[in-house]
C-alpha cells in the first residue's frame, strides 16, 4: 500500500500549465463557409452588446465608454485566450453592484487596482489548476447571490425610470429606497413613460421575432421618439447619456491609476483586497456556469483552466485603458451560439462591431434616453432574479433555502463580499452537519455480518474477547468525538477490531482521536486492530506514527484477516 502511495506522489510531483486557448485548435482546418457563420453570429451580437455594455457602464458609476471598452478590450482577449470555443466576454450585470461600491469607497484608482489583482488571482486560479473546484459552489450560494444582485440592479435603476434628477443617490440599498421616497414628489411622467414603452418592446419583441434583439430595438425606437419629441413638441426634460456623460472619440489610451496623495500601489492593493477576490470568484463563477451552459448546448468540452487565465488576463489589461471587471455572459455567448457562431472568431467579429460604435458612433450614442437604457437594466434585472428557482429550491431542505435567502439579504442589504463569505461558511457548516448524519459508527459483538458485493450477506462468528467498531464515512473532526463517546460507554474487551473500509479520508483530528484511544487501550493492555483501510488513510496514519504505534502485523486490508488476527490473539489470553 506505501509503494502504491508513493508512486502516486510521484505522479502528482509533475506540474504543468493547463493553458490550451481554443482560438488556436478551431483555427485548423478552419474554411470560408465556417468564417461566414461565425461573421454573421459576430455581427449580431456585436449588436446585441452594444445597448448592455453602455447600460453596464453607465449603471457601475463609470460611463458608457468604459463599458464599450471593456467589451472590446476583454471580449478580444477572453475570445482569443479563453478555453471556450463560443464564450462572449464583457461587462455583466453581477458586476454592477461591486463595481458602484469600490468606486464610492475607494475611487477609480482602487477599481482598477482591485481588478488588476483579481485578474492576477484569476491567472493563478488557472494556473494551479482550480477551475474544477470552484465550479462546486453550493448552488443555493449561486442563486442567491444572482437575485441579490437583481434585486440591486432593480433599485439603482429608478432615479433614471422615473426621471428623478437625483445627483448623489445613496450606495445603501435601504438608504437609496429612503432617498426616492423623499424626492416622489419629483417624479417626471414623460421619462418614466419612456422607460416603460421601453421595457414593453424589450419584452414583446421575441414574440414578433427572435433574430432582432428586443434592447436594441427599444434604443432605437425610444432614441428616435425623443429626437422627435424634443424637436417638435418642445419636450426637453428626458435625460440622455449626452446630458450626463462626455464620449470621446477615438481609442483610449494606456493609463497609470492616479493614486490620492499619501497612497502607494501596496497600501491601495490591501485595502481592496477583499473586493478583489470577490471580483475574481464571481468572474470565474459566472464565466464557468456559462461555459458549462455551452457544452450542453454545442456538445463540446471546455477546459476551464484556460478560461480562468484568460479572464484573468483581460482583467489585468482593461483597467489601464480605463475599463471595469469582465467575464464571460451568458446572454450574449447564447445569442451567438443560437446565430451560428462556433470558433473564437466569431468573439472577435463582436469586438470589431464595438469598436466601430466606439469611434464612428458617438454622437448617436449620446441621444439615447437614460430611461429607456434603465427599462434595458430592469428587464436584464429580471432575467437574472431567478425567481423560478427559488420558488422551486424552497420546496427543498430547509438548510438550502437558510443558504439561500441569507446569501440574497446579505447580498442586498450590505455587499457581495459578505455575502458570499457567510453563505460560503453557512454552507460548508450545513454540509458538516449531513455528512455527520450520514457517518455511522456501530459497535457489534458475537456476530456480524459481511456484505460481498454481488453476493449475499455472510455471517461471520467473532472470536472470543472481541469487539468491532465499524466507522461508514469520513473519520473527521466532526465524528471524531462521536467515536470517542462511543467506544467509552463499551465493554471492556481486550481486543478491539476497527473496520474503516468505508473510511473515505481521516483528517488530523480523526488521527488525534485515533491515537488516543491507541494509547488509552494500550496502558490497560488491550489489542487494536486496524480492518479495511484503503491506501489513501494508511499512509496518513503510517506518516502519524500509528501504524508503528499497533504493529504493521496488526493493519489489515480485510475483515476475514482481522477476525483471523484477533482469534490467534484470543488463543493466547486463555
Known sequence: MASKARQNGDKGAKFSIDFKPQLFTSLKGYNKERFSKDLMAGIIVGIVAIPLAIAFGIASGVGPTEGLITAIFAGFIISAL?????????PTGAFIVIVYGIIQQYGLAGLAIATVVAGLMQILMGVFKLGSVIKFMPYPIIVGFTGGIAITIFSTQMNDLFGM??????ANFIDKWACYFENIGSINWASFLVGIVSILIIAYTPKISKKIPGSLLAIVVMTVACWLLE???????????????ELPKGLPSFRMPALAEGETLFSTAQSVLPAAFTIAMLGAIESLLSAMVVDGTIGDKHNSNTELIGNGVANMVVPFFGGIPATGAIARTMANINNGGRTPIAGIVHTVILLLVLLFLGDLVALIPMPCLAGVLIVVSYNMSGWRTIRSMCRQSRGDIAVLFLTLLLTVIFDLTIAIEVGLVLAVVLFMRRVMESTNISVVEKEMNVHADGEQDEKLAIPAHTEVYEIEGPFFFGIANKFEEIQRRRSTLPIRIIRMRKVTFIDATGIHNLEIFIEAAQKEGRIVILSGVNTQVYEAIKQAGIVAMVGEENVLDHIHKALARAEEISHTLE
Open 165 to 170: 434628477g437625483i445627483e448623489n443617490v445613496p
Open 231 to 245: 424637436k417638435y413638441a418642445g419636450v426637453s426634460s428626458i435625460k440622455t447619456i449626452g446630458d450626463l456623460y
Open 82 to 90: 479563453g478555453g471556450t470555443k463560443v464564450q462572449i466576454g464583457g
